[in-house]
Nanobody, 123 residues
Framework: QVQLVESGGGLVQAGGSLRLSCAAS????????MGWFRQAPGKEREVVAA????????YYADSVKGRFTISRDNAKKTVYLQMNSLKPEDTAVYYC????????????????WGQGTQVTVSS
């Protein structure tokens, strides 16, 4: 069992930066692939970025490539999402999730989810 708690969301102006953190409980965190997803009002939840268990492989949605960076610190049981050059269209609730099997981009592949943190980007 893994419990995930996101933090770091908030209100920022367009062009600004935020760093989201996702702290995990459980002794097997280092074996899980991790993902960041987001859901804007009236839209489906979508993948933003993903990282494999060691951090050696990452994935980014086209909409955030070059602006967002996912990373992890297995000793701290934490995964991060550095978000730069934020745009109003990045406004959403951001969720982190853990996948026991492999790094993926499908919501259904993830086994554990956090409660989400709100990111609001003003124009």
């Amino acid at each position: 069992q893994v419990q995930l708690v996101e933090s770091g969301g908030g209100l920022v102006q367009a062009g600004g930066s935020l760093r989201l953190s996702c702290a995990a409980s459980g002794r097997t965190f280092s074996t899980y692939a991790m993902g960041w997803f987001r859901q804007a009002p009236g839209k489906e939840r979508e993948v933003v970025a993903a990282i494999n268990w060691s951090g050696s492989n990452t994935y980014y949605a086209d909409s955030v490539k070059g602006r967002f960076t996912i990373s992890r610190d297995n000793a701290k049981k934490t995964v991060y999402l550095q978000m730069n050059s934020l745009k109003p269209e990045d406004t959403a609730v951001y969720y982190c999730a853990a996948d026991r099997a492999t790094m993926g981009t499908r919501l259904s592949g993830y086994d554990y989810w956090g409660q989400g943190t709100q990111v609001t980007v003003s124009s």
